[in-house]
């Protein structure tokens, strides 16, 4: 049978946001534009509709300004589409409103929903038929796919389910774990054995790279309408590349105009580089043992955990943190004073010294990286204090062997705090009997300390030196991560007293006019 020519339908703007939080330069939009217009793109989503109170960009609160501006920008025969986030629609009252304010203008609205949700799905759009939207054109992308693309009875029960309100019936690889064989079976069987009332698309992830190669096969199987983004640029390891697509389309590639286009991707070339998207082994690893894209990008993207740690991390997420050998001494020590967290901030060097002249004796201070304690040692400060490390994830595999011996022993480290996992025998040794080992993967290290407090009944924790001047992105996203920790242990109970200046939403101790 002869495949039918499939629409394309691209969603850099939309997907692409997850790596920019949805904020995208006027000028890169207009050369988005320019580039849709000058090719064979038939759909353009935007990006989301949301009233929800967030920090995300314009591309994920779209107004009708922005849609407008879009439509006037491309051909008259391309559709403008959005999509809204379905874990967000608190009743059908809510979806109207929703699409009152922000989505009048829009082609159509697309729908990601979980199969296990289909039912609520269902009568939020049965509920549009009533009103004044019925003509709005609605689309459904049905995740997850590589879950339950051979479970017969499943599909049979979920093409009951669906509205009939649907114009195309999207098929999504949420994990990026399908290869092109198991696509074809996949669409051999719907176009045999189930009859579909509705057109069907596609829309792939590259986990494991073969979302090109997948979109290719569901053309060739008759879908609709194929989701690809530009540079592949997408959640996770990303999507089918739409330039890529097109020059593998016969009749496609014959009306590419090719200068709008080299922009664009030039443009995306820079954000490729900084933000690193695209197939790899933690994200293939992640695809073929069914774990959560979301969940490994959040790891390696949002917390920048190289891939060895984000796939320990993923594999061992643990609900309860245990801690072992801990010993009669470092309880004593800990309850003696409230302990100090030192963080990584650069004020450390330079007023280090009136800080520590300052505080108590018997406070063990524990620092929360090896940057904290590299700045420590830079001040040259000779204290009494007891001390300790904290070490999260893989962060021993910074320093040599020899070097880690040398920091601990100059700076008279009495035990460290660190997950076993990531430590080796030599290792071990090195840190001696009296380190404390945790059996979780990658925690925020003020987050693995106050759990290591919480474990012993204690209550309280002095902070100091998380100054909040991040010189970096990754410094930025450590700062948020560690800002969510304070927030999460301060709602379980813990008391925290800041001896200098902080982000955190804490007032801090003036140790000057406390004496």
């Known amino acids: 049978m002869k495949s039918m020519d499939s629409l394309v339908l ?44 967030d920090n995300l960009g314009p591309f994920y609160h779209l107004d009708n300004n922005i849609i407008q501006y879009s439509k006037s920008k491309i051909r008259k025969d391309q559709k403008v589409l959005a999509m809204i986030n379905f874990k967000e629609i608190r009743s059908s009252s809510h979806l109207k409103k929703l699409i009152e304010k922000f989505g009048k203008n829009l082609d159509g609205i697309r729908f990601a929903v979980n199969p296990s949700k289909i039912l609520k799905f269902r ?28 479970n017969d009875k499943l599909i049979k029960k979920l093409f009951k389910e669906i509205p009939s309100k649907i114009k195309i019936l999207a098929f999504v690889d949420s994990h990026g774990a399908l290869d092109p064989f198991q696509v074809e079976e996949f669409f051999n069987k719907i176009s045999t054995k189930f009859s579909l009332p509705y057109p069907f698309g596609c829309h792939f992830h590259n986990n494991c790279g073969l979302a090109l190669a997948n979109t290719i096969v569901a053309k060739k199987k008759n879908c609709s309408i194929i989701d690809t983004t530009f540079k592949g640029m997408g959640r ?53 043992n069914g774990y959560s894209q979301a969940s490994m990008m959040d790891l390696i ?26 010993k009669k001494n470092i309880k004593s020590l800990i309850k003696l004073s409230p302990p100090i967290l030192i963080g990584g901030g650069e004020n450390q060097k330079q007023f280090g010294k009136f800080i520590y002249n300052k505080i108590s004796k018997n406070s063990v201070l524990v620092f929360s990286s090896l940057k904290s304690l590299i700045n420590f040692s830079k001040i040259e400060e000779n204290l009494s204090n007891k001390k300790a490390l904290i070490l999260s994830g893989n962060e021993f595999e910074k320093v040599k062997l020899n070097d880690l011996k040398s920091i601990l022993t100059k700076n008279k480290i009495n035990f460290c705090v660190v997950e076993e996992k990531f430590i080796s025998k ?8 009296n380190s404390i080992y945790s059996n979780s993967s990658a925690l925020n290290p003020l987050y693995l300390f106050g759990s290591l407090l ?24 450590v700062m948020e991560e560690t800002k969510n920790s304070f927030n ?21 101790v003036n140790l000057w006019i406390n004496d």
């Not at 939020?124 to 339950?148: G, P």
């Not at 590349?241 to 009306?255: G, S, V």
């Not at 949002?302 to 643990?318: G, Y």
Request: glycine share 4%; charged share 30%; aromatic share 14%.
């Open 426 to 433: 030599k290792i071990k040794n090195i840190l001696g009997n």
């Open 301 to 326: 993207q949002k917390r920048r955990l190289d891939p060895s740690t984000a796939l320990t991390a993923i594999k061992d997420k643990k609900d309860i943190i245990k801690f072992e050998n801990i």
């Open 236 to 288: 996770g390891a990303g999507n089918a590349e739409t330039e890529l697509m097109l020059a593998c389309d016969t009749e496609k590639r014959k009306n590419i105009k090719g200068f709008h286009l080299n922009n664009l991707l030039e443009e995306l070339k820079k954000l490729k580089d900084k933000l690193d998207w695209g197939s790899s082994f933690a994200y293939a690893f992640a695809a073929k």
């Open 488 to 508: 999460y242990l301060k709602k379980r109970g813990m008391k925290f007293t800041s001896i200098t200046k902080n982000f955190f939403d804490n007032n801090h």
């Open 123 to 150: 009568s939020l759009i049965n509920s549009l038929k009533k009103s004044k939207y019925k003509k709005l054109d609605v689309y459904l992308n049905l995740m997850y796919l590589s879950d339950w693309y051979q």
């Open 454 to 477: 919480e474990n012993l009944n204690y209550k309280t924790m002095q902070i100091a030196f998380f100054d909040g001047s991040p010189s970096s992105d990754k410094d930025k996203i």
């Open 10 to 53: 691209d969603c850099t703007l939309r997907d692409g946001g997850y790596y920019t939080n949805w904020n995208f330069s006027s000028s890169f939009f207009d050369k988005y534009l320019n580039a849709v217009k000058s090719l064979p793109v038939s759909y353009i989503e935007l990006g989301y509709i949301s009233d929800n109170k």
